[in-house]
């Protein structure tokens, strides 16, 4: 980039404006995230521009979040039926922490949820993936 148009505040914006790609050797037959930015994420390759829960054996589009204060009990309940090991919650740009009531359920049942971004829970979710862990990433966009 040329120093003379080149404004410190711009920096800031394109650090937003940046989509990140993932890359992990192979998926497996498995629900690998190739990326994501603020707007969509990519299941092995493919674009999806909504809130989503992945699993390595299943993905499940239908769930119904438009943002971090429209969470329900509902949204959680639905992945008792997946038993999965963890559950990273990523909560959009912003680390935010859920309220306890609304994973009630999920808490009896042992499965513990693990509040992030959603940049960091694609990641964190592709590493357990790999480890050959049942760990769902619900993620917020």
């Known amino acids: 980039m040329n120093q003379a148009t080149f404004r410190p505040s711009d ?3 394109l ?7 993932l890359h992990l050797t192979q998926a497996d037959g498995k629900q690998l995230i ?9 299941i092995n390759n493919l674009v999806y521009p909504q809130s989503l829960v992945v699993l390595p054996e299943e ?10 204060d429209s969470l329900s009990e509902g949204n959680f309940e639905c992945l008792l039926a997946y038993q999965p090991e963890v559950i990273l919650l990523g909560t959009g740009s912003k680390h935010r922490f859920i309220r306890p009531h609304l994973i009630q359920h999920l808490t009896v049942a042992n499965i513990p949820v693990e509040c ?11 590493i357990l ?3 050959g862990r049942k760990v769902a990433a619900a993620l917020i966009l």
């Open 59 to 68: 993905l499940i589009l239908d769930w119904a979040v438009s943002d971090f």
């Open 11 to 13: 920096s800031v914006y």
């Open 15 to 21: 650090i937003r404006e940046i989509e990140m790609k």
């Open 129 to 131: 993936m790999a480890e």
């Open 116 to 126: 992030m971004t959603t940049d960091a829970a694609c990641r964190t979710y592709n």
């Open 34 to 42: 190739t990326g994501y930015s603020q707007d969509w994420i990519s």
